[in-house]
């Protein structure tokens, strides 16, 4: 799993116009002006692609720049356009073009956003003839390709996030179903970016533990709750070890109605995790002060087959809705 690169600053130029050609005929009997016109500058295109670690590219490669457009030349020859750069880049991924304050956004594999327009070849001498003027030596100078800078943010439209506080055991249940080969280890914050895993044709999302506070900021809240922004589903998972799990289901749903109440209308399933920790009878007092807040919980273990089985089962019931 290499890290998700889902924010990031670029500068995009799109290329200049070629300008236009001064030119005459050499032919006796044909004298005149025969300066062709520059070639357009070539266009930048975002287009979307499901690859979600597409913006990888923009890591260490800041500025981009279309190819420029060639002068023109003598004998009527217009200069070639110059190429246009397409760019592919994750669905879900919002272009904000700061140099203008406008924000577009791509949803759909194939979409194309034109980012940035190609300057104009300029015209020969051959387009300033007229009756009056018939060796014209004007021509006329290629316009600049238009030049941005742009952040490209990445909000994922996963199938199904994984929520919870720190340390939950959504790793490992993610790696579990998809051998997404997460880090997993027992400290808080094991995960700094979300990890994703492909279930059949579910995106499954781990969004990192989220702390109290995240919606103002702390640990590093914010930037993944705006992942879960567009999570069609959302997996809750609570520590069996939690000494008290139903202040802990509070707090995150806390967390989520602070930054976007939207969000706490979301389809839900909750997970008592790490159940194989505890004997059943604590297992089913846990799951018994969940009811007790009207919650109904499921206890898995990810080395408890039955308790994978049935989160499975859940799994394939979305897939079905899905189509």
Do not use: C, W
């Not at 190429?83 to 880049?89: A, E, S, Y």
């Amino acid at each position: 799993m290499s890290m998700l690169i889902d924010d990031v600053k670029i500068k995009a130029k799109a290329g200049r116009g070629g300008d236009g050609a001064v030119a005459f005929n050499k032919e006796m009997m044909a004298l005149g002006p025969t300066g062709a016109s520059g070639g357009n500058g070539g266009s930048i295109y975002f287009e979307g692609v499901s690859d979600l670690g597409a913006l990888g590219q923009f890591r260490y490669k800041k500025e981009l720049a279309a190819q420029n457009g060639e002068k023109g030349k003598n004998q009527f020859n217009d200069g070639p356009n110059g190429d246009d750069l397409i760019l592919k880049v994750p669905i879900g991924t919002v272009v904000h073009n700061l140099s203008i304050a406008k924000d577009d956004e791509i949803i759909s594999v194939g979409q194309r956003l034109l980012a940035a327009k190609g300057g104009q070849g300029g015209k020969g001498n051959f387009k300033f003839r007229s009756s009056i003027n018939t060796s014209p030596t004007e021509f006329q100078e290629g316009t600049p390709g238009e030049e941005f800078e742009l952040r490209l943010e990445l909000k994922l439209i996963a199938d199904v996030g994984f929520i919870g506080l720190p340390n939950v055991g959504k790793s490992s249940l993610l790696n579990q179903l998809t051998n997404a080969k997460s880090k997993v280890a027992n400290y808080s914050f094991t995960t700094l970016e979300p990890n994703l895993g492909v279930y059949y044709e579910l995106i499954l999302a781990d969004i990192p533990g989220l702390i109290e506070g995240a919606s103002e900021g702390k640990g590093l809240g914010v930037k993944f709750l705006r992942h879960i922004e567009r999570t069609k589903i959302l997996f809750h998972f609570i520590s069996v070890q939690s000494a008290e799990p139903a202040k802990d289901y509070q707090t995150i749903r806390n967390e989520l109605g602070a930054y976007n109440k939207e969000l706490l209308d979301k389809p839900e399933y909750i997970f008592l995790s790490k159940s194989d920790l505890l004997d059943k009878d604590e297992v089913d007092k846990k799951l018994d002060e969940l009811k007790a807040i009207g919650k109904e919980a499921i206890a898995i273990s990810i080395i408890d087959d039955a308790s994978i089985s049935r989160v499975e089962k859940i799994l394939r019931e979305i897939i079905k809705q899905k189509y």
